[in-house]
């Protein structure tokens, strides 16, 4: 990867914000990313976050870290936090605006143990495949202290496979419907186009009933979306 988002962070956390990142999936047109929206404080967080940290407690895992704002609001109650993130750029500014803990690293490297896991702004996003959620929700099980809790957000996309009349219209013999090419461009510059997974939530039930995980509907948004928490 070419860390493009990491580099569209540093230029808005350094003064130099000119423009947004540009987001396309395989079955949708462009969109845009307003980078202040990747800074946003506790206020400004869509509903389903702001149950997630409402309900974070002990050491708390933030996954997919971004800027940090999910793991400075949890300092700020004096919650202990480590976040991580793949991209080199978003830890940086993570630590620029105050992270204490912030960390390059892949979720499945993590070793240490928690009690909560927070995986929010679609956190299946990064299990890529449907045939990967297992092993992800294994991993992640194994990161959990008794009695910890994984707090998971999604959404439930089939309504974008919808025909006028409600029919679907999916070819049901090709990958599942959730699983998309993701493609992000900043400054003219194209990022490697990446696997992201928005998995439904029965999907995620039978996936953590599998693996020997209690799986619970928590809140959902006003667009298919939802968190859910798993213990």
Known sequence: MKDIFGKALLDYQNGNYTEDIITSTSISENDVLPLPYLFRNYNEMPKLEQKALQLARGSVLDVGCGSGSHSLYLQNKDIEAK???????????????????????????????????????????????????STYLSHLKSLLIPGGQILIDSSDIKYMYEDEDGSIW??????????????????????????????????????????????ELVLEGNHFDYLARLS
């Not at 090709?174 to 699983?179: C, H, S």
């Open 83 to 133: 976040a991580i993130d793949i991209s080199k750029g978003a830890i940086e500014v993570a630590n620029q605006r105050g992270v204490l803990n912030a960390n390059v690293l892949d979720i499945l490297d993590e070793t240490k143990t928690f009690d909560t896991i927070l995986l929010l702004m679609n956190g299946t996003g990064i299990f890529q495949k449907i045939e990967n959620v």
């Open 170 to 215: 999916h070819d049901v013999n090709n990958a599942y419907y959730g699983e998309l090419d993701y493609f992000l461009s900043y400054k003219n510059e194209q990022e490697v186009p990446m696997k992201w997974l928005y998995l439904d939530f029965n999907s995620l039930l039978t996936a953590c009933t599998s693996i020997g995980l209690k799986c």
